[in-house]
């Protein structure tokens, strides 16, 4: 029996080592995926604020572009009537010639052009040259003078100059909402940025979440299986306890009866001892006295 008490509490003290280790694991993996857990939700914390911001900035895109197709359109609007009134004013030009002596302009600035391409495009001497430049210089005043006659002329006929306040006026608010739908384009465009950007980030941070979780489900599972083995580990040391107690006490009731036994015999002896007279020591005494015989 004492060498199977020994090989049990070696084996007792071996599985509660195995426990403890066990235990340690699981807190460790458990600590572990407590944090990759917080770490997982605090970034998609961060992905849902980025998401509703990004859709806040695509939301006012959104809504830009379409006050840009309404400005459109009346920029649309204000350029037809534009041309319909140019249509009319060279309509009107052609039925009222301020000066019949003039020269055609728009001949004369087409002309204007040609000599302007050739002096930039060809090889001229020195002094063709300076013959073209001449000539270039006298078109472009002949322009300028007869432009201002024609000015002049008109501004006598009342139906052309309203039909020239009309035009100028439907050229400034098509330019007015142009310039407006540039603003708003610019605008469109910088919220569309923001947005790109920061679904670009989501991306990022949840490939950072999607790693965290993975991390998170990894430390949880080893805590789970260590938790198991701890469990297991647990019942057979409560086993082995139980054992090992029971075992101990039945050597000791074992012990105690064969005490009680040696002290019978060794009391029977003393007492026969004194039957016969001997004397008896203190020790004899209370030998007697443990055994009943006094």
Do not use: C, T, Y
């Given at each position: 029996m004492p060498e199977l008490l020994e090989e049990l509490e070696a084996r007792y003290e071996k599985r509660k080592r195995e426990m403890e280790?066990?235990?340690?694991?699981?807190?460790?993996?458990?600590?572990?995926?407590?944090?990759?857990?917080?770490?997982?939700?605090?970034?998609?914390?961060?992905?849902?604020?980025?998401?509703?911001?990004?859709?806040?900035?695509?939301?006012?895109?959104?809504?830009?572009?379409?006050?840009?197709?309404?400005?459109?359109?009346?920029?649309?609007?204000?350029?037809?009537?534009?041309?319909?009134?140019?249509?009319?004013?060279?309509?009107?030009?052609?039925?009222?010639?301020?000066?019949?002596?003039?020269?055609?302009?728009?001949?004369?600035?087409?002309?204007?052009?040609?000599?302007e391409f050739k002096q930039q495009t060809m090889v001229l001497t020195p002094e063709k040259e300076r013959e073209l430049v001449e000539l270039i210089d006298s078109l472009y005043k002949k322009i300028i003078e007869y432009e201002k006659i024609i000015e002049e002329e008109t501004k006598k006929n009342k139906e052309l100059n309203e039909l020239q306040k009309q035009l100028k006026e439907a050229r400034e608010n098509a330019e007015k909402y142009h310039q407006e739908i540039e603003k708003l384009v610019a605008e469109a465009q910088e919220h569309h940025n923001k947005m790109v950007e920061l679904f670009e980030k989501v991306d990022e941070?949840?490939?950072?979440?999607?790693?965290?979780?993975?991390?998170y489900l990894e430390n949880k599972k080893i805590a789970d299986e260590e938790h198991e083995q701890f469990i297991a580990a647990a019942r057979d040391v409560r086993d082995f306890e139980k054992i090992i107690a029971g075992l101990r006490q039945k050597r000791m009731a074992s012990k105690k009866k064969q005490e009680k036994s040696e002290i019978k015999k060794k009391a029977e002896e003393i007492y026969e001892r004194f039957k016969r007279g001997e004397p008896l020591t203190t020790e004899d005494i209370l030998i007697l006295q443990k055994a009943g015989l006094l």
């Open positions: 280790l066990h235990r340690m694991l699981r807190d460790k993996h458990n600590k572990e995926a407590r944090e990759w857990a917080d770490k997982r939700d605090e970034l998609n914390k961060q992905v849902k604020e980025m998401v509703a911001e990004a859709k806040e900035h695509k939301k006012k895109r959104d809504e830009l572009n379409e006050k840009v197709k309404e400005l459109k359109e009346k920029r649309r609007e204000w350029n037809e009537k534009a041309k319909e009134l140019s249509i009319k004013l060279r309509e009107a030009r052609s039925k009222f010639m301020p000066r019949k002596d003039l020269p055609n302009v728009g001949k004369l600035k087409k002309k204007l052009r040609e000599l941070i949840r490939k950072e979440a999607d790693e965290a979780h993975r991390l």
